[in-house]
Structure formats: C-alpha cells, structure tokens
C-alpha cells in the first residue's frame, strides 16, 4: 500500500558532505587521529614556508654587483646574478659564447620535437640527435673549423659542460647497451658470460672508482705518447658505466616481448639481425623509453661526481665561485640555485616518463 | 630446430659451413676471445712499459709500509705509525659504519614516507610526496655539500656550542655525546638480551605448534617484547647499573670526554640517508599499490580482523615486490658513500684509493683493491637476493 503519492522534492546533500568543507571532513578532518595529523602537518608547513619565503623573496636582495648590495638578512640572489653567466657557460670566453647558445637552441629544439607528439618526421630527428648533432656541436664548441677559434676544453663548463656529458654519455651508452643486451640474453656460451661480467663489473662498483681509474689508470694503460684529453677519459668512463646500466632497461624491454614474437619472425625464415631489428627492437625499445628516460635522470645527477677529479660542471663551478674570497659565505645561495636547476631538469623528466608510462599502457603488456 | 624437412637436397651436398647456426656461434665466439686477449695484451703491455717508465715496482708488498699520515674517524687504533694495510681496513670500517647507519635510518624513514603517500589525509599524502620529489631529484653531492658546507661547517665554535640539556653539544667541530663506561659486571646485560632472543624466539614457534594444534593463542609480539627489553632491565637493576657516563667537558678551545662525531660523517650520513629515503618511500608506496583490493577484501570476507589482514595478507605479498628494489637501493647506498671523498670523510675511497693511493702511486693495486670491496658487496647482496627471491617465488600451478 503506498501512502503518499507525491515524490519527495529532491533533497540537496548534508551539510558538511559537500563543497570545501565536506572536502575537508573527507580529506582531512575524518577522524581525532587524522585531524591531530592535519594540524601537525600544517605546523610543519608553516615552520618551513615561513622562513624559506621570506628568506628567498621577501628580504632578499636582486640587483646589483658586489656583495655590499647585499644587506644579509635575507638570500644575496646578486652573487648569483654576478656569476651567472660563469654558472651556465663555465670558463669558456665570453665572446664566443654565441657558439654556445647555438648549441644550446639546438639542443632544445631536438627535445621539444621528440616530445611533442603531433610533430612529423621523428625518425629523422632522433637520428640526426644521434648522429648529426654530436659533430656539429663539436665543431661549435670546439672550434678550429671554419675560422672558428679553438676553444680548449678544460675552458667548459657549467650547465653546458653537464648537459654534454649527460648527453654524450646517453648516445655513447645506447649502442652498447643495446650490444651488451643481446649478447646477455644470447645462447652462446661465452658471448653471454662475456657479457654478464662486463656488466654486472661496472653496476659493482662505485661510479667515483671509475671516474678514478678513468683518470689514474686509462694513461697506464695506453702508449706513453697517446695524451688523452681529461674530458674524454670522464666522458669514457661515464659512457661505460652508463653503458651497463642501460643494458639491464633493455634487457628488461626485451623479456617484456612476448616469445611468440620471436618465433613468428623465424617461422617467416627472418634471419637473427631481421628479427631484432624489424620485430623485436621497434617494439621493446618503444616500451623502454620510460626506463630510459629514468636512467638518464640518474647520469644526470651523477655528472656532478666530475668535479672530483677536476672538471668544472655546474656543481663544481658553483663550489668554485663559493671559495672567491669577495663572495665568501653564500654557499647557501649558490646550493640553492645549483639545486633548483638540477630539480627543474630531473623533476620534468621524471613527470615526461611517467606520462609515457601512461600512454603506453595500452594493455599491449603481458 | 635440428629436424631439416628439405630432404628433396642431392645427397652428398653438404650446405657450406657458415650456414650452419653451431659452427657460426662457435667461430663468433673464438673471434671475439681473440680480440677481448688481445685487447688485454695491449693494456698489459703498455701498463708494464709505463710502470717501468715511472720507476713503480708492482706488487702489494707498499701494504706492510709505514703510512705516515693520519686519519680523523677511526674505529679500531690507528696511528700515524701504522701501515697502509691498516689506512685499507679503517677505510673499510667507516664506510661500513656510514653505509649501515644509513641503511637504518634511510629505511626508517622511508617507509614512514613511503606510508604518508598513501595516507587518506589529504595533507599528509602530500607533504610525504612533496619530500619525494624534492630530494629524488637533486643530486646527492650537492646535498652532501648543503650538508656540510652550508649547514655543519657555518655552526658556531665549541665556545659557543648549542647545547642541549648538560649532555649534548654542537658545534663546528661536530657532535659530542656522553659516552657510557662499562663496569665489571656490565657483560651480564648482553648475555641476557640473548638468553631473550633466543627464549622470544622459542615462544613464537611454541606458540606456531600450539595455534595450529588447538586453535588458541597468545600475544606473543607484546610477550616477546616484554623478554627482550624486560629481562635485561631486569639484571641492570639488579646489578645496581654498572654503567658510568662519561660527559663531553669544554677545555679551552674544544671538548673533551664523551664520543665526538665528526661533521663530515654527519653530513655524509643525513644527505645518504634522505637522498636514498626518497627512492625507498617510492618503493614502499608502488609494492603496497600493487596489491589488488580483491585480496584486502576476501581476507575481510574471511572476516580477519583488520590488523590480520594487513599482517598475512597484504604486509606478506608487498614484501614480495618491495625487497628486490630496496636492497638495490642498499647497494647504492653503500655506492655512495664513497662520494665522502668530496668532504674529506675518511672511507675507503677517501683514506686508501685517495691518500694512500697518491703517497705510494700504486695505481693498480690500490684501485683493484677498493673494486674488489664494492664487488664482493655487491656480489653478496644480489646473492641474497637471488636466495629471497627463489624463496618467495609464486609457485603457479
């Protein structure tokens, strides 16, 4: 039997269940304990931020030139406004630092093409990146081409000279890696041990140790009149250890291929090198590139162990600049600044293969 | 792969040898012997005419020499009259104690952040992702140096010491602590936390027997905790404390008495520790996520208590996807502690492949020996890993 024919007018939700501040019941007030965590949380907040804001803008002193502008209660951004230039260019002369930034537009412009997704032509792009670019930026940077004046190299440095021992060590390590790869999962016996001692050798060791043999041991271990570069013996040992690292993410993307791939391609009669090229490879690198964009994040970081013995990337310019006895006392500025470059690099990586990650979780995987 | 179906081949015609997959392999593989000797021939022999060259004679016998210089953190005696092979084992000793310290508080940390992420509070979760992401993605030597240059090294004198109650001081030189003297009796204590641990641990297996014969069960965690922190506080008591501290004492220009930790460790340790805690807490968080709902709520079907069902359900199969990446994480902890070389932390790299190795210019050695260490270490945790891994295995049927 039903009593009331009317409907009941639509009701509008409980107070306190919606809008900002059902949000915030929901989310941070649910409860004694979670509300004593919230209110704990935004101490902490406040401890930080306070501080940290007005430290960095609200005292902190931008323009000038030495360190008399300076009124020391807050951040002193003018020492780094003195040496930036230095930062982002290490020694190399000021003149020529159009040559630089050639480069740099360049190198920009291959990135942003490779990560926009409706532009053509990638495959040219990406090999032009591997191959073109790494001559035509040495013969920028370098110099003694075409009327250029040579540059030696222990004048670069700053964020130039990490941005290309990150990218040299990347493209050194690729073809390697994806050598040492193969060999790793191949059936001939000593390609394979070959290749496990090689790699598991250089994931063993520190990268600082190899850096150290790089520069004590490689002049052992040539002729006595082969003089190597100290740029080069880092970029070698860089590359090495890059190169092992990058064979286990292609390991990976390789076993992620389902078998039946492979044994499709040899059913047809394709040989092992049209397999891997035209069946395997194209598939499993694609899956890769997340892993590969993560592995370059952490040679990123790692270029900073340069300094050690004696290159002057962005971190050891930074230190450099530190020890100036007109600037003395603002190693917190200068850390912060170095800091927050490297956090803008790694941190756009990392949310660019994620992304990916996201895009290519199409339901292809096993 | 060995049945040939083309049978319809004139007998007698032999396919040449280089389309046969077995002697390929066999002749790619005799070629690449012979370049990687070759290859080590070359090196070998350039590195003998360049050691003849230099006048340096090969050999590990520069271990039994007076090292002649001192090291400012030592764990066992140490002088300046003691030999390299000694400067070898304080090196291995410190970076041990900062890669084991580190271990412990970078995983401490870690999974209290790695469990913030997925708090239900909306704060929470984010201040945990907040620390994430800052410190994954600044590189660890610059925040050893924030660490050092920037914090430790701008403290104020040991006049001027932040103090914290009559015990603890620090300042520029580091951190002082009270130091605990141990009186005769004091070794009573130790053996009682093992009689503890052994007697927590019978508990726990009696209690397994009994749960499965009869169903019922006590609260062993709380009793085994009660055993192991009791009893010893028990004897301590009873022996009247037989432990004295020694407090650090300011005397003219620094402290003396207590244990002085070096800001070089300190530095070394805090930046390790966050750096790797950040990588550590992703692990948690993902190993957690990747648990499926449908087996929180059969086991809540199976009406388990809540905190069962994290404890044999969920804790059990997270463990499975947490371990193998948080010991690589380990391992690249213990990696970098070598970056103590940068701040002049006396670890292996630091003492023995960085001083030692400059004073005697035995290059090969001093660099094969601090490879090795790496090496074994490695190899003992992948080891590890391999034994974990077979033992936790899903076995599919």
């Known amino acids: 039997m039903i009593h009331n024919k009317d409907m009941i007018p639509e009701q509008p939700a409980p107070k306190g269940t919606i809008g900002p501040i059902g949000w915030l019941r929901g989310n941070l007030f649910n409860g004694p304990i979670n509300s004593l965590f919230t209110l704990l949380g935004l101490y902490v907040l406040y401890l930080l931020l306070v501080p940290t804001i007005q430290w960095a803008f609200i005292n902190a002193d931008w323009i000038g030139d030495s360190r008399e502008d300076c009124s020391r209660v807050g951040a002193c951004w003018v020492f780094v406004n003195a040496r930036f230039s230095q930062f982002i260019y290490g020694l190399y002369p000021s003149e020529e630092y159009w040559r630089a930034n050639i480069v740099f537009a360049m190198f920009a412009g291959i990135i942003a093409w490779m990560v926009i997704p409706r532009l053509p032509f990638k495959r040219w792009v990406t090999v032009f990146a591997l191959l073109g670019f790494p001559v035509v930026a040495y013969v920028l940077l370098h110099g003694g081409y075409f009327d250029l004046p040579r540059v030696s190299t222990h004048r670069w440095g700053g964020l130039m000279l990490t941005l290309l021992l990150a990218s040299v060590g990347m493209i050194g390590a690729l073809p390697i890696g994806i050598v040492l790869a193969l060999g790793r999962r191949s059936n001939m016996p000593i390609v394979k041990t070959f290749c496990v001692i090689f790699i598991e050798f250089w994931r063993g060791v520190p990268l600082i140790t190899i850096l150290f043999m790089a520069s004590v041991m490689l002049p052992l271990f040539l002729p006595s009149e082969i003089n190597i570069d100290r740029l080069i013996r880092a970029l070698i040992g860089l590359t090495l250890f890059q190169s092992a690292y990058m064979a286990e993410v292609i390991r990976g993307g390789l076993q992620a291929i389902p078998k039946g791939q492979d044994e499709a391609a040899a059913a047809l009669g394709m040989t092992y090198w049209k397999r891997m090229g035209l069946i395997i490879m194209p598939q499993a690198l694609k899956m890769m590139i997340p892993g590969i964009v993560n592995t370059f994040i952490s040679l990123f970081k790692d270029t900073t162990l340069v300094m050690i013995i004696g290159l002057f990337d962005l971190l050891g310019i930074v230190q450099a600049a530190l020890s100036d006895s007109r600037w003395l006392g603002f190693s917190i500025e200068g850390y912060v600044f170095a800091a927050f470059v490297f956090w803008i690099f790694c941190f756009s990586m990392s949310r660019y293969s994620q992304y990916l990650e996201r895009k290519l979780n199409t339901g292809h995987k096993q | ?397």
Do not use: C
Request: aromatic content about 12%; charged content about 10%.
């Open chain 2, 1 to 397: 792969m060995s049945v040939r179906p083309n049978d319809a081949r004139p007998a007698g015609h032999k396919p040449p040898f280089w389309r046969d997959r077995a002697k390929r392999a066999l002749i790619f593989q005799l070629i690449l012997v012979a370049v990687v000797a070759a290859f080590l021939i070359y090196i070998i022999g350039n590195t003998q005419a360049n050691l003849e060259a230099r006048g340096i004679t090969t050999g590990f016998g520069f271990l039994s020499d007076t090292a002649g210089f001192g090291i400012g953190q030592t764990l066992i005696e140490y002088s300046s009259q003691s030999s390299y092979g000694r400067t070898f084992v304080i090196g291995l000793l410190n970076t041990l104690l900062v890669g084991g310290l580190g271990v412990l508080a970078a995983s401490i940390i870690g999974f209290i952040v790695g469990i913030a992420r997925l708090s239900p509070n909306w704060l929470i979760a984010k201040l945990a992702n907040a620390y994430i992401e800052t410190f994954r993605n600044i590189p660890l030597l610059l925040q050893i140096f924030f660490w050092y240059f920037a914090v430790l090294r701008t403290l104020p004198s040991a006049r001027e010491s932040m103090a914290f109650g009559e015990a603890i001081f620090l300042n520029v030189r580091g951190l002082y602590l009270p130091q605990p003297l141990f009186e005769s009796g004091f070794g009573l204590i130790p053996a009682t936390f093992i009689v503890a641990i052994v007697a927590s641990i019978a508990l726990v297996i009696w209690n397994k027997r009994r749960h499965e014969a009869t169903g019922k069960r006590l609260p062993v965690f709380w009793m085994s905790l009660v055993i192991i922190f009791g009893l010893p506080l028990l004897v301590l008591v009873v022996t009247g404390v037989p432990v004295t501290w020694e407090m650090p004492v300011l005397r003219g220009f620094n402290f003396g008495g207590g244990i002085t930790i070096i800001p070089e460790f300190l530095a070394l340790w805090l930046a390790l520790s966050i750096y790797t805690a950040s990588f550590i807490a992703e692990i948690v968080r993902s190993g957690i996520q990747a648990i499926p709902h449908g087996q929180t709520e059969a086991a809540q079907a199976l009406s388990l208590p809540r905190k069962l069902v994290l404890r044999l359900v969920v804790i059990p199969q997270a463990m499975r996807v947490i371990i193998p990446p948080l010991t690589s994480q380990y391992l690249n902890l213990i990696k970098n502690s070598s970056l103590a070389t940068a701040i002049g932390y006396p670890d292996l790299v630091s003492v023995f492949a960085g001083t030692t190795l400059n004073q005697t210019g035995q290059a090969i050695e001093v660099i094969a020996m601090t490879m090795a260490v790496y090496l074994i270490i490695s190899l003992l945790v992948s080891m590890f890993m391999n034994w974990f891994n077979a033992r936790v295995a899903l076995v599919e049927r």
